[in-house]
Structures are given as structure tokens and as C-alpha cells.
């Protein structure tokens, strides 16, 4: 899975950017909230992304924080919602607003998201209210901050006993923290 990109970005379009990743371009779709979080064109750019494998095609999205890709991956859990719905629900709101608007059952300003009707807001709220985490990392999925950790690290290419004692060591440092904090104490504790 390719769960991160870090190149030069090459072009920005409405709902997508181009980045050059080692003289590769992928197109990655991106929503109104990540385009504005991204640098000028030319710049260096990094975005957390998900695959999404269709019988016909794939298609990267990509987004400006892990929590971000967390709301997405939450959002699309949902019955009834696919990767564009999801795209456009996180145009409207950024993920710490998605994530209290559910835990709140705030119907209302769900559907004032394009394509959110009255059922599907509903079902946001029923499905995802105890999914959505209050704190620091409001939208971070309701699993153990160790897994989440290890995940994290893993994904950025450390071996897993490695990021199991980073993570481990993390958490004794900073009881109560948030999922990102906790990620980047273990980094630097990799990094000693």
C-alpha cells in the first residue's frame, strides 16, 4: 500500500495535485482542505495517502494529516458512502469539525455537505459517534494508541519489534497523550 508521498509538487488542480516522487508523477485526488494546507507549486510536499483499488482502476487520495486520513478511512466505513462522497465531506469540513459534528449528532450541519441527505447523516452519527475520539486527535479511529503507534512507524519503514519498544517507551513518557504525539516522542526516541 502506498501510505505516504514526498516529492516536488508539480501542479495543483481543483480536486487533485501532481507530485514527482523520484522523476514518477502520481496524480493523487485531494480535498479543498488539503489543497489549501499544501505549499505553492514547486515546493516540496508530503501527503498521507490511501490506495483505492477498483475491479477497473486505482486511485490514490491524499491527504494533509494522518487525521485527515483517519476521518476518510472512518467516513468510508459507512454504509452508502464511497472515496468521492468521502472526498467531499472532507472539502466541507476539516476533520476535527467532521468529528465533533458527529460525536455532537449535529444533523444539521451534516447535511449541508453536498450529496449528505437526511438518512446518510443519520447513519454518520450512528455509525461513527463512538469512533470519533475527543482530544488532540479528534478524529483518530477508536484503537489502542499502542497499535496506532506501531502502525505509524511501521508504515514509515522500522521494523516492528522496533517500533513496539519506541511505542512502548513513548507511552511511559507521555501517559494520556494523542496518537500524533505519541508517534513523534517514538520517532525521536528511534532517532537516539
Known amino acids: 500500500m502506498i501510505a505516504m508521498l514526498r516529492g516536488t509538487l508539480v501542479d495543483k488542480g481543483i480536486d487533485h495535485v501532481l507530485i514527482d516522487v523520484a522523476g514518477v508523477g502520481y496524480r493523487v485526488a485531494v480535498s479543498l482542505n488539503t489543497l489549501a494546507a499544501l505549499p505553492s507549486v514547486g515546493q516540496s510536499a508530503t501527503v498521507h495517502t490511501e490506495l483505492i483499488v477498483r475491479e477497473d482502476s486505482l486511485s490514490l487520495v491524499g491527504f494533509a494529516t494522518i487525521d485527515e486520513r483517519a476521518a476518510f478511512d472512518l467516513v468510508t466505513s459507512v454504509q452508502g458512502i464511497g472515496p468521492k462522497l468521502a472526498m467531499s465531506i472532507l472539502s466541507t469540513l476539516e476533520a476535527p469539525e467532521l468529528a465533533r459534528a458527529v460525536r455532537d449528532g449535529d444533523h444539521a450541519r451534516l447535511v449541508r455537505i453536498p450529496g449528505i441527505g437526511k438518512k446518510t ?21 477508536k484503537i489502542s494508541g499502542s497499535t496506532a503507534v506501531i502502525s505509524a512507524l511501521v508504515n514509515l519503514g522500522y521494523k516492528p519489534a522496533e517500533a513496539e519498544r519506541a511505542s512502548g517507551e513513548a507511552q511511559k513518557a507521555h501517559p494520556g497523550a494523542g496518537v500524533a504525539e505519541l508517534v513523534k516522542a517514538a520517532l525521536r526516541i528511534l532517532a537516539e
Do not use: Q, Y
Not at 447513519?123 to 478524529?139: I, N, Q, S
Open 121 to 141: 447523516a443519520e447513519r454518520l452519527v450512528l455509525e461513527l459517534r463512538d469512533k470519533f475520539v475527543p482530544g488532540a486527535t479528534a478524529t483518530a479511529p
